[in-house]
T-cell receptor, first 110, second 113 residues
Framework: GQNIDQPTEMTATEGAIVQINCTYQTSGFNGLFWYQQHAGEAPTFLSYNVLDGLEEKGRFSSFLSRSKGYSYLLLKELQMKDSASYLCAVKRNYGQNFVFGPGTRLSVLP | DTGVSQDPRHKITKRGQNVTFRCDPISEHNRLYWYRQTLGQGPEFLTYFQNEAQLEKSRLLSDRFSAERPKGSFSTLEIQRTEQGDSAMYLC???????????FGQGTRLTVV
């Protein structure tokens, strides 16, 4: 089976850096994806990792350690518009579907 | 707009009625996914198509749910004899395959009264 854990809520200040952690247990791992979802809207793709290490995309970076079943999303220079839910998802190498975590609701305060 | 399109955006139905939702994926994407999402939770996988073949169905998908993708393009999700517990956002996503990310539609919000 699959089990994905994320903190339920986080709060940070505008301009700061925040790290959102994700731990997973799954069989047939084929990539770890991060999505952003604003309230009432569809999830939008942010970043993904297949191999261990850090992937950087502008203000967003994502890290993966496959041996530890661990990933994090790093958001720098936080802006008010970054207030959203952040979903961690594992892609399996059979079935090909994405398994999502419960999401972390981030509130950015002025 | 070449994104994933879902119709309708909102649906209110009485308990016991049947409903059908439509998803038009990004045109060159051969993989299509249906998810269900309730407030404060992550999307839960329902079913997955590669072209017209339905390759996987979640145990969440009871026999009241059926999905089709007859020509490997658009897909429909039907819920028969709706129950209040079916109230949720139904999300469709598509991907070109391989290790690529999935692109989501805006979803259909179902309310069963």
């Amino acid at each position: 089976g699959q089990n994905i854990d994320q903190p339920t809520e986080m709060t940070a200040t505008e301009g700061a850096i925040v790290q959102i952690n994700c731990t997973y247990q799954t069989s047939g791992f084929n990539g770890l994806f991060w999505y952003q979802q604003h309230a009432g809207e569809a999830p939008t793709f942010l970043s993904y990792n297949v191999l261990d290490g850090l992937e950087e995309k502008g203000r967003f970076s994502s890290f993966l350690s496959r041996s530890k079943g661990y990933s994090y999303l790093l958001l720098k220079e936080l802006q008010m518009k970054d207030s959203a839910s952040y979903l961690c998802a594992v892609k399996r190498n059979y079935g090909q579907n994405f398994v999502f975590g419960p999401g972390t609701r981030l509130s950015v305060l002025p | 707009d070449t994104g994933v399109s879902q119709d309708p955006r909102h649906k209110i139905t009485k308990r016991g009625q049947n409903v059908t939702f439509r998803c038009d994926p990004i045109s060159e994407h051969n993989r299509l996914y249906w998810y269900r999402q309730t407030l404060g939770q992550g999307p839960e996988f329902l079913t997955y198509f590669q072209n017209e073949a339905q390759l996987e169905k979640s145990r969440l998908l009871s026999d009241r749910f059926s999905a089709e993708r007859p020509k490997g393009s658009f897909s429909t999700l039907e819920i028969q004899r709706t129950e209040q517990g079916d109230s949720a956002m139904y999300l469709c996503a598509s991907s070109p395959g391989g290790g690529s990310e999935a692109f989501f539609g805006q979803g259909t919000r179902l309310t069963v009264v």
